[in-house]
């Protein structure tokens, strides 16, 4: 008898083909849970999994990471959430997959930095088809059901819309972001790219006292969510094609013209960096919350770019439960376009149309693409 | 047959006797240990669950909660140390009890108020004493083994002497109180208390940069040890009776007599605080790290002792394990005095001598009494 | 011949009356300007010099320190404002007397406390009458006409009608008061008091990032204002009169019942303070931005309020020209109703009327009083 | 009658020659002064300036900007230094040119960027030779007497003896350096450089908590000094000539082989930005405090450099008066051995071969040049 039957969409190889394939899931463990899953945020990562840049990624594997659903089964002891709500199947969670840290070593709690936790809970999530066939799992929400062990993650429940709970995790990376260089009230800042990554960054900006919000980016639909996020300018990178012209649109937003406080990058190529640098004023600072692949090299001028600049360049990789609390938070004071940030909900068997998008081609159906997120077990409100 | 009989100094009730009992000690469970002790310091709030300040605390109670020892018995997976360093029965460890926080929720991570965790490990631990006799365990290191549990615990592997490294709780509190109140490098630093808690203080401002440290304490040999650890000058309370006197000299000692830059409150008196603002300078910060315990209301007017001041005024209770793994690096560096802190070794039938010296007497055998150790095992080195 | 006749409102000892006098200015010095004031705002230190609690303070006295106006005569060499950009006789600027403190020294750079800078210009301006009565100047703001000595001020131009511009040291005070006690993007964050200092903390704390907002304080007209302003919970004192039912909805406003992340006490009132403390979750910060004199003692437990609390208690008293500078940012961007914070302008005939309703009437033509602003040329647009 | 005669040596041009000139100085204007000259600290600078690096410097100039020397002369009003202490003709101090920035503006005080202050004392000063030749100033320290103007240098009061003193300035460099990459207790520091720079940047490691402090560095006498303050390993880059090797030494040297907290860059090369980078534990900060003039282009990964690392990268140029103040205060504890620091003392018609040594040979007089000092009225004790 299967209580839990699942499909899901795998991954078989780099540069592989997704296909959709059944699941039959254990009961949950003592201090796990199962969620029917209703929407899984399509990430960059997901993509460079899917092009090899991961080195020694195992496959096949089911991805997606950034999950919003309902609690469907609940392990042995688990009847509150990990703020000490209770919660009770049927109630709706955000899960975030904590690959396991201890949260309690040197690592974690000294360096903040678990990606260096030596007490990971050892190996990898795997679940098996009902043929038997071995599936590794980064995420695993790109199926119907999610199956989370103890130890592993977190999650908190949530009245929020799906739509707009999906948005947690970019919202917790430019949370992560800004915490990196801080924005003081009044500050300007200049934001670099306007997709999933940007966007939820220009409410993080106007929510940290930024006075002044430049978004460097396109195209048009997307400038116009930024502006509903509070954006004042937005210099649309179709139309004013030259580097040298948009350093000098910021410089001129900004008092005197010395150009803005804090940049954040968040388009994933080399070369807007030092584009981004261009616009510091002395003694500001840049953070990179995009780039989380290699995307080649820049000139770079310890002097110049460091030095004469007083600059303070900054870069993250990867939020923390810290985040992803604060995220909700901002998510549930509401406020901004979240829902819009979503472009496209796709159905499982559509998970390679996504990665496409994601590698350049940023549009399906004819139409821009934003946030994808895939639903698994149909669309949502 | 019995493998792990342990024997242990049990509090029977408030302002109860001590007694010797006999524990028969299951083996570790997966990711637990069993430690060979070899010091318990004994702490204020041994003293606080003596006298009932602790409320509803259950009896008969284990106490004991700094602790250095030998491994004695490794659980299932239990391979390597919380910093990732392999170990193996025979190696020295100090063990902290982390109350089974969870350090993955809001509280743990955004808070950084792990005393919230509503996911604590449920109940709270007990043994059985070979005549089955229940026994509630806080801390549990007044007894020659320390079993611990999984998830309850962090653990670090040491080559230091055993009397150094009982220090380090102690010493955790320092760091975590700077932490609170910064030091600048060039500051004037000022510590009100000389024991226990003061000492390390002491060694911690001169290791963060503090130009100028003046302690305010005595007797005449905890005084001389403060000079070992960098005090610039020393104000013995016994010689300088009236505050107002302390105030004046204190001043006298920063630059054009403005007042000290930071202070530290490590006497447990809550007058002294009064006295603590007064030597603060305009905009300074005073940080009370003792005080664990209710002593008493003082007069204090926003105006004159926040507003007019400037000042900044900060409590800690308790500290985490950022604090700890800092303080063994701390300690493992050397270069002050810790093993000279420790001023007893006492075997467990002596555990009550020790919580009355903390109650006030402050002497044993004769002896003024900084910290006192529990060598449930025989005195170390 | 008369370049520069002024006529002023002089309050001739402490609790004594106002009388307006005539002034013959000088031309100004090198570095200094004449501002024909467009509004003085009226401040509780004004108040307290009236009643004396200024220790010293010498009379007679021309007092209004946050002014604004129009540029009526630019002595040698002042060609711009204190951020460069270029000015002349009709702009309209912000001014601030900065006490003549060197910006230079330990106390200024390295303390961060202006008030002890050993280098200040000598003595204090006075202004004489045209029948040659030596005048005090603290601030001269109500008075037609503002001469300001070089090294004294910081003068800043600005677009902002009168109304919103004699916001600017209020607002600075706020933000003054976030630096010390910041919030975090996510906080909850309570302001006692609803007055001139509690209103524009409403705005800061909305600007910097706070997602949950309770304002104690009254009257209804004051509370809805704050509800402009971001409040999203107000306390009417006049219909919760007991503290302890405020503390449990304060509580009950915040996640898990747990506290306040950030408590600003804006109500110069002692006993707020230990109700301001109660608020506060564990680990959480208070600052005290009102009671700028002496409103007396509480009872305060270093244990209770400090430690166990694991609190951080903050006091600022005055701002700096960078509050200043920020300030005017955040007024120039708006967003918020600075103007209908001031509820009344009133000549300088009858100065004496604000006075006493800044001593606790706070009410004028029958109307309830938030800011106060003298008008000396008449009302402003 | 000539009051004030001064030699000093003047550079004709870029690349030019030096030579002595004759000056007569006017007496000290109020709130001027005029100090004989002990020393003056020889800059990166200096040889910058010499080679034309600094655009449109305008010749012929007096170098020297690193002063201490004896009131010689008091201009009207000068009865404090900086600080608030009485001063007389006599007293050694420390002088420090500040380019006549306002300290009140929205750069001083806001940014913390004096550079962009657009309130500086207007022109550059000039001081005319007997023969009636004007002659630009950029700090004059390279003659018998130096003539400050008023708001435009800052002076401290000193008992030190005057080659320690003459430190003030790279000591006041470091402490910056670290304000921008500030240590934590029990932090791992690596100091790119072990001249002029990196020496007292060892010493401010030191004294801010470093727990082991690694130089790579050279030649052997330098690193001696090293050692002396406070360095736990040194690595000379002639033995380990191989990048890659000194990584991994580096990196052995700390806690699991992460890499350093804090790297701090002292060499003026910029290819060691790439290694430093390298030494690097994810999360940890490198900040460059030397590179203060173009030492060409490196290749830089955003992902690798930044993101991957998680890194956070700072450049500083220049110091204030807040760092200036707090060097005074580390000098005057002593401790460590500046006067070693200063290898040589020249007399003001060698200036041109500390000119040489600065450029790269850092030989004089067949010994390893570090802290080159002019001593334009002969040899201090």
Redesign the interface.
């Known amino acids: 008898m299967t209580l839990y039957l699942s499909r899901g969409s795998v991954l078989e190889a780099v540069n592989g083909s997704f296909s959709i394939k059944e699941f039959d899931l254990p009961a949950p463990d003592p201090g796990g849970v199962i969620v029917r899953q209703e929407l899984a945020g399509m990430c960059g990562t997901d993509y460079h999994v899917f092009r090899g840049h991961w080195p020694n990624h195992p496959f096949p594997v089911l991805l997606g990471h950034e999950n919003v659903g309902i609690l469907h089964a609940l392990g042995e002891g688990m009847t509150?959430d990990?703020?000490?709500?209770p919660v009770k199947v049927g109630d709706r969670v955000v899960t975030i997959a904590?690959g396991g840290v201890?949260?309690?070593?040197?690592?974690?709690?000294?360096?903040?930095?678990p990606?260096?936790c030596?007490?990971r809970a050892p190996g990898r999530a795997t679940l098996d088809t009902v043929t038997g066939q071995g599936v590794h799992v980064f995420g695993g929400g790109y199926a119907e059901l999610l199956r989370l062990q103890p130890n592993r993650y977190?999650m908190f429940k949530t009245d929020l819309d799906p739509a707009t709970a999906v948005m947690l995790e970019p919202l917790s990376n430019s949370?992560h972001g800004?915490e990196?260089s801080p924005v003081?009230?009044?500050d300007t800042v200049v934001i670099q790219g306007s997709g999933g990554i940007g966007l939820p960054t220009v409410a993080?900006a106007k929510?940290?006292?930024a006075?002044?919000i430049i978004v460097v980016g396109g195209p048009k639909g997307r400038l116009d969510l930024c502006r509903e996020c509070g954006a004042d300018v937005c210099i649309d990178i179709e139309e004013v094609r030259s580097p040298e012209e948009r350093i000098r649109i910021v410089r001129e937003q900004t008092?005197?013209g010395?150009g803005a406080d804090v940049i954040v990058?968040a388009t994933g190529i080399?070369q807007t960096?030092t584009e981004g640098i261009a616009y510091l004023?002395?003694?500001g600072a840049l953070c990179?919350i995009g780039?989380?692949?290699?995307?080649?090299?820049?000139?770079?001028?310890?002097?110049?770019d460091?030095?004469?600049?007083?600059?303070?360049?900054?870069?993250?990789?990867g939020t923390?439960?810290?985040h992803y609390?604060?995220a909700l938070?901002?998510l549930e004071?509401g406020g901004f376009p979240y829902q819009a940030m979503v472009s496209h909900q796709i159905p499982i068997d559509r998970v390679a149309e996504g990665i496409n998008a994601l590698g350049g081609g940023y549009r399906i159906d004819g139409r821009d693409a934003i946030k994808i997120a895939v639903a698994p077990n149909g669309p949502t409100g």
Do not use: H, M, W
């Not at 070593?105 to 000294?110: F, K, L, Q, S, T």
């Open positions: 509150t990990f703020a000490g709500r904590t201890c949260g309690q070593c040197y690592a974690c709690v000294v360096l903040n930095q990606g260096l030596p007490n977190v949370i800004f990196r003081r009230i009044g993080v929510l940290s006292g006075l002044r008092p005197q010395i990058g080399a960096v004023r002395p003694g990179e780039n989380a692949t290699d995307s080649g090299e820049i000139p770079f001028s310890p002097y110049r460091l030095v004469s600049k007083r600059a303070l360049l900054a870069g993250i990789a923390g439960v810290k609390a604060l938070r901002v004071k």
